[in-house]
């Protein structure tokens, strides 16, 4: 992965556009380039753009929700933590872009866009939007922001966080990270290499494992509070339930006998009030059927009227045409004589229009060759005026040329005589500087000699001051050694006394701890066995009370058995009662369906409507499709058989259910005597085990729990006096242990003060041995520093005080010559570029002076070709001022033409007029003649329906009038009378079988036979019934409530105990699982995959510090998971700890950290191509600058690029491609690439380099 180009624009401080080519001009080929300038000027934008370009966040932002930015009821607030806040205020949208190589070598361009509402920069700011493009084919790849993250993800190989690491190098993060102490240490480096995933894993595997016991207890709870019954108590229960069915069969067999009664008594009422209801309904049909005779009359009149209904609705409507057509050609008469004057007006406005029309085509004519001649002279005019402002144009024109021309000479005479005199002065003030020439032609050479010179001082310096540290460390080891001698006669002096107490402790009398706890053991033996006992008695006293239970509930099922067979006889006896009312019915129902034979239903199927009836003669026939009150009293009787049917069937069922419960109590009855007699056998089985164990323990003969408790009582007490003694043998012997334990720490400790003595010893030996080397080291510098101050003498003797400033400050000495020499080769090739100028000022005078003389000569050909036009111009605009009163061709060609189009329309709407008028006249004409007509005919009609209708009502026998007022009510009132007649007369026959048919099933209801119980009695009998029956049933329903719960309950059970199974294995594997890598805060797991995560980075890091510091190297302190310290390889590899570190060494490890995990984040994504490394060289003296800018360079030859962001001028000078962020003033920076002045580097970091290149 490699990032080719950073654009973007109006992002934070960086007005407008901006540009990093990073794969073309002066980067193209730079490993390592600066981004540089002043703090707050806008660096960290650039990798701000970087960054949303790519992923749409920006490092510096915290993660959450943050705050929201603005003033109270900003509608434009946006919160802290919000990217659209990059957008510069004033700027109505912002964008980033970033050009990158992909893990698949192909090129893409991922874009981040933001606007405001229509481009406005007071507008709502809308929603980011993101794309991504492949260059080679210019293919968009994703279709919204999520999918093109996720792409953009996939080719870089990265995600954000691991941008971060291995792009973005956080080496302040590092500096902290070798600062902080052990308990911050942790979460920077989960921070810094994104490990906090394995403190997720192990809290959630604690979590889980105290989520599987909990729901383990509750499944183990709930297990327990699931209460079943016992294998006897569900025996006792299912019996109690079919004694209870048994029961409810006897009182529904009572109860179903006396229903049976008040259900005869109830039909009989029923019978009798319907059989006085259709008597009195007979009667009052026949009296409304004497009451309708008029109305029978006056329907039979209207009936034989209504052929003359049509005839009258004829006469009717023939009068009403005659008279409409009578009236239609009055009207058509007076529309003749309004359309013969209208034709009279249209022809007098046709001829005057006319007129019109034709002296207005004159004029057109007229008016032509003047119209003519006036355009002629107009072209020419214009076409002149067009010649005069082209040479005007061209006049002003070669004026300006020459304007600018001599602009430009004055300018280039100007800059000419400047140049001369730069190079005169630059020329004057070199010649003042010969004492600097020589210096200045081999700086480079004389200034790695000046850094040789301070390097080799300052080694001298750091050497001595080796010297006489470890001439300090010497003597304080000495000193600690002395302090240790002490310290060892301390510890023999512990150790006398410890052997002392042991002796005293082994000279103290106490009871044996085998013997005590033997007393224990037998005590415990005497209590099991009296606790046995106690069971024992507590067993024989339930056992009595079981059987009292069992013999009283042996009592209950036999009277539950007796009361059974009772109610089974009652049961029977009205099963036999309702069979007989069953088998009456069914004769009942026999007859009737006789009565309804096929000869009656053949007849009512062949009546038709409309038709009289062959046996009544009556045209309506109510019972032709319907039903008969007949077939009613059927059906009603056939609804009864099914229920005496139904009731004979649920009587069988019950006398059954009563049997079957006497003989279940019967059952139960023999399976208590069973009990009773199991349970007497266990009793005597109890006592004889009672009488057999009690006499060891001195109890009475028979089982006595009282006793026996105060027995146990007794034991407990002597068990807890053993207890106590056991207690303090088990002190004793814990005081003794301790004792032995202090003898050996002791001596241990004895052990490890000689151990510390002898290394302090060897320690002082390496301190001296130390002190020699910087000694020596110290001559070797001195030495150097000589060399160098003889090869610089000759060079240098034109320079006064050179060796005085040398040795007073040799960085400011070669600082301020430095400058000096570089002022030098400034003047010097700013001489040579002066000397170039005049060559070309000289030329370009000449040049532009021939350029001068061309434009006056242009004016002046202008300027008179401009004066001939002008003349000729004037001579035709006199000439057409003459013609047509000066006014334009058009407008007068317009009024005629209009003049003539209006007069044109209206003799076209004249003639239109004339002839709409000629048509009305010809068609009013028409329609008199048609009215005429019609109206003769409409009066023969009227008078042949008039005289017809006459005809007619004389038939009848009544006047026109008379029928006329008997035919105001219409078909529909007749046919509805009809009707109403009909049903009266279907009615009063229907009401006089209904009444007979009733009278008959009355009859016959008596003759079936009259049960044995009055209604009075029966109605009494049946609610106490029900209330027995209700009382039996709730004691069934309890017991079988009792019998499914115990059954749910016993399959819950069975269902949990599965479960706490089940779940007991999973809690076992998680218990095992938090136990490995489980902790509530997540350290366990944590610091694990820390503490390999530290190793890896420590060998990448390593590897980088061989190449920044070979002294040191970095590895992780034995026994501590995330301690680091420091190997010095220059003293025999001492272990020291970080903070030893100076600023400048902390700086290159830190780096070397940030480098190592950069390696590891890359790893994944194909290579790293491009790093950015943040601000933290200011603490580094040149000579390490120069080496970390050596290794930095030579990760060009992997491959990489490195950007360093500084605002540090030490470290921008001595990198020759820079990208500089400028501020423009206003809050505005721009960005600029540029090549810097590159500061040569000291020779032996320019040794360094040559070793670092092949690498």
Not at 403 to 424: N, P, Q, S, Y
């Amino acid at each position: 992965m490699r990032i080719l180009a950073i654009r973007g624009g109006n992002l934070a401080s960086l007005d407008g556009t901006f540009a990093v080519d990073l794969a073309g001009g002066p980067l193209r080929h730079a490993g390592l380039f600066a981004i540089t300038g002043p703090t707050g000027a806008g660096k960290s934008t650039i990798l701000d753009a970087l960054c949303l370009a790519l992923f749409d966040r920006m490092p510096r932002l915290p993660d959450g929700r943050g705050v929201a930015l603005g003033a109270n009821g900003d509608t434009d607030a946006i919160s802290t933590t919000d990217v659209r806040s990059v957008l510069r205020r004033g700027a109505g949208s912002g964008w980033a872009e970033v050009d990158f190589a992909g893990i698949d070598g192909a090129a893409y361009r991922a874009r981040w866009e933001l606007r405001r509402a229509r481009q406005n920069a007071r507008g709502q700011l809308q929603k980011q939007t993101m794309s991504l493009t492949a260059l080679a084919d210019g293919k968009r790849l994703g279709d919204g922001k999520t999918s093109v993250l996720d792409e953009i993800s996939n080719r870089l190989g990265l995600s954000f966080e691991q941008f971060r690491r291995a792009v973005l190098l956080a080496q302040g993060d590092f500096a902290n990270f070798l600062k902080a102490p052990a308990t911050e240490r942790s979460a920077l480096l989960e921070l810094l290499t994104g490990t906090e995933i394995y403190s997720r894993i192990s809290v959630a595997a604690h979590e889980r494992s105290r989520e599987e016991q909990r729901a383990l207890e509750a499944l183990e709870a709930q297990g327990a509070g699931i209460g079943v019954l016992t294998d006897e108590a569900r025996a006792a229960l299912e019996a109690e339930a079919g004694a209870a069915a048994e029961t409810v069969r006897r009182e529904e067999a009572a109860l179903e006998q006396a229903r049976a009664a008040v259900a005869w008594h109830e039909q009989d009422a029923r019978l009798a009030k319907a059989e006085s209801e259709s008597a009195a309904a007979s009667l009052q049909a026949e009296r409304v059927w004497e009451e309708a005779a008029a109305r029978r009359e006056e329907t039979a009149l209207l009936r034989r009227l209504q052929p003359m209904r049509a005839r009258l609705r004829e006469a009717d409507r023939c009068a009403a045409a005659a008279a409409e057509a009578r009236e239609a050609l009055d009207r058509a008469h007076a529309a003749v004589t309004e359309a013969q004057e209208m034709l009279v007006q249209a022809e007098a406005r046709h001829r005057a229009v006319r007129g019109a029309y034709e002296a207005a085509r004159g004029a057109i004519e007229t008016a032509e060759p003047e119209l003519e001649r006036a355009a002629a002279l107009d072209a020419e005019i214009a076409a002149l005026a067009g010649q005069q402002a082209g040479a005007l144009a061209d006049a002003a024109t070669a004026e300006a040329d020459g304007h600018g021309i001599r602009e430009a000479c004055t300018a280039i005479g100007t800059a000419l005589a400047r140049a001369r005199a730069d190079a005169a002065e630059r020329e004057s003030w070199l010649a003042g500087q010969t004492a600097l020439l020589p210096v200045a032609d081999q700086w480079a050479r004389w200034d790695a000699l000046l850094l040789r010179h301070r390097d080799s001082a300052r080694a001298a310096r750091d050497a001595e001051g080796e010297a006489d540290r470890a001439a300090a460390e010497a003597a304080g080891h000495e000193a600690e050694r002395i302090r240790l001698t002490a310290v060892r006669q301390d510890a023999a002096a512990r150790r006398e006394e410890a052997e002392r107490t042991l002796a005293a402790l082994k000279g103290e009398t106490v009871e044996s701890l085998d013997a005590l706890r033997g007393r224990r053991t037998a005590l415990a033996q005497r209590r099991d066995g009296l606790a046995a006992l106690a069971q024992l008695a507590e067993r024989a006293a339930r056992l009595a009370a079981d059987a009292a239970e069992a013999g009283a509930e042996r009592e209950r099922q036999r009277t539950a058995a007796a009361e059974g067979e009772t109610r089974a006889a009652d049961s029977k006896a009205k099963l036999d009662r309702r069979r007989a009312a069953l088998a009456e019915a069914d004769d009942t129902l026999h007859r009737l369906r006789l009565a309804r034979s096929e000869d009656v239903a053949s007849l009512r199927a062949r009546l038709a409507e409309g038709e009289a009836c062959p046996v009544c003669g009556a045209t309506e026939h109510p019972w032709g499709a319907g039903h008969t009150p007949l077939d009613r009293l059927a059906e009603e009787q056939e609804r009864h058989v099914a229920a005496l049917h139904a009731e004979v069937t649920g009587l069988a069922t019950d006398q059954g259910a009563h049997s079957a419960a006497a003989r279940a109590a019967r059952e139960r009855t023999a399976a208590l005597d069973g009990r009773l007699a199991a349970l007497a056998a266990e009793r005597t089985a109890a006592a004889e085990r009672w009488a057999e164990r009690a006499p060891g323990f001195d109890l009475p003969a028979e089982p006595d729990a009282e006793t026996v408790t105060r027995r146990l009582a007794d034991v407990d007490a002597e068990l807890a006096e053993a207890g106590r003694a056991e207690a303090e043998a088990l002190d004793h012997k814990a005081r003794f242990d301790a004792a032995v334990q202090a003898c050996r720490e002791r001596d241990a400790a004895l052990a490890d003060a000689e151990r510390a003595i002898e290394a302090r010893t060897r320690q002082g030996d390496a301190a001296r041995h130390a002190e020699s080397l910087a000694m020596a080291r110290r001559d070797q510098a001195t030495s150097a520093r000589t060399a160098v101050r003889a090869e610089l003498a000759q060079p240098f003797a034109g320079l006064e005080g050179w060796e005085s400033g040398l040795d007073r400050d040799p960085d400011a000495f070669r600082e301020t010559l430095g400058k000096r020499v570089a002022e030098v080769l400034r003047q010097r090739e700013g001489l040579v570029q002066a000397q170039r100028d005049v060559e070309s000022l000289e030329r370009r005078a000449g040049a532009k002076a021939a350029e001068l003389e061309g434009a006056r000569q242009a004016e002046q050909a202008a300027r008179r070709r401009c004066e001939g036009l002008a003349a000729t111009l004037g001579e035709r605009r006199s000439a057409r001022a003459v013609l047509l009163g000066g006014r334009a061709v058009a407008a007068v060609k317009k009024d005629l033409a209009d003049a003539c189009q209006r007069a044109e329309a209206l003799v076209e709407q004249a003639t239109i007029a004339r002839q709409d008028a000629a048509a009305r006249l010809s068609g009013t004409e028409h329609t008199v003649a048609t009215r005429g007509d019609s109206a003769r005919r409409c009066a023969a009609e009227a008078d042949a329906a008039a005289d017809a209708l006459a005809a007619a009502a004389e038939r009848c026998g009544v006047s026109v009038e008379a029928a006329r007022a008997h035919l105001v009510r219409d078909e529909a009132w007749l046919a509805e009378e009809e009707r109403t007649l009909a049903a009266l007369e279907s009615a009063r026959r229907e009401s006089a079988l209904l009444a007979a048919e009733r009278t008959r099933l009355r009859r016959e209801h008596h003759a079936a036979g009259r049960p044995a119980l009055g209604a009075p009695e029966a109605g009494e009998a049946m609610p106490e019934a029900g209330r027995r029956l209700q009382e039996a049933r709730g004691r069934l329903g309890e017991a079988q409530a009792r019998l499914r719960a115990d059954t749910e309950n016993r399959g819950r059970l069975a269902a949990v105990l599965d479960r706490v199974e089940a779940q007991r294995k999973t809690q076992a594997l998680w218990a095992t699982m938090a136990q490995l890598i489980g902790s509530a805060d997540g350290r366990k797991l944590r610091n694990f995959a820390q503490s390999l995560s530290l190793d890896l980075l420590l060998v990448q890091a390593n590897h980088h510090l061989a190449d920044l510091a070979r002294r040191y190297r970095l590895e992780r302190v034995g026994g501590a998971d995330l301690e680091i310290q420091v190997v010095d390889g220059e003293m025999g590899d001492e272990r020291r700890g970080v903070h030893s570190l100076s600023g400048g060494e902390m700086f290159l490890v830190s780096l070397a950290l940030a480098l190592g995990l950069s390696a590891m984040a890359g790893g994944s994504g194909g290579g790293i191509g491009t790093l950015f490394i943040d601000e933290g060289f200011g603490t580094l003296d040149p000579g390490s600058l120069d080496l970390a800018l050596s290794c930095l360079e030579a990760l060009q030859a992997t491959g990489r690029q490195v950007g360093v962001i500084s605002h540090v001028p030490a470290l921008v000078e001595r990198i020759g491609v820079q990208v500089r962020v400028t501020p423009q003033g206003g809050g505005r920076s721009a960005v600029t690439v540029t090549r810097g002045t590159l500061a040569a580097p000291s020779p032996d970091a320019a040794a360094e380099r040559e070793l670092l290149l092949p690498l």
